[in-house]
């Protein structure tokens, strides 16, 4: 019904920057929150930050003032633009959306497949 594709994952040295997207397709009427996760080996998958359809935003303490989360309602897209990236960024970066699919009258939460990020020099 609903799959969500990451893209702009990569290696990076430490101090770079890197801009995650997320694009969202299928049968969707609207989508409501759009978020980035992200989750290293042996560890659980953690919020980094989080946006509503009013853009509302909220961040991780761990990234406040490195990495910006946006989204184009037009296409469906989240975005992470993430700045003086650290090696404790190192992870895989998930997207999920809670998603209104068409026919339905409530959210469903969607996971994309994920993207890697590594911070090393």
């Known amino acids: 019904q609903v799959q969500l594709v990451e893209s702009g994952g990569g290696l990076v040295q430490p101090g770079g920057s890197l801009r995650l997207s997320c694009a969202a397709s299928?049968?969707?009427?609207?989508?409501?929150?759009m978020a980035w996760y992200r989750q290293t080996p042996g560890e659980e998958r953690e919020l980094v930050a989080r946006i509503i359809s009013g853009g509302s935003t909220n961040y991780a303490d761990s990234v406040k003032g490195r990495f910006t989360i946006s989204r184009d309602n037009s296409k469906n897209t989240v975005y992470l633009q993430m700045n003086s990236l650290k090696p404790e960024d190192t992870a895989v970066y998930y997207c999920?959306?809670?998603?209104?699919?068409?026919?339905?009258?409530?959210?469903?939460?969607?996971w994309g497949k994920g993207t890697l990020v590594t911070v090393s020099s």
């Open positions: 999920n959306a809670d998603v209104m699919v068409l026919g339905y009258s409530y959210n469903m939460g969607y």
């Open positions: 299928g049968t969707i009427f609207s989508i409501n929150a």
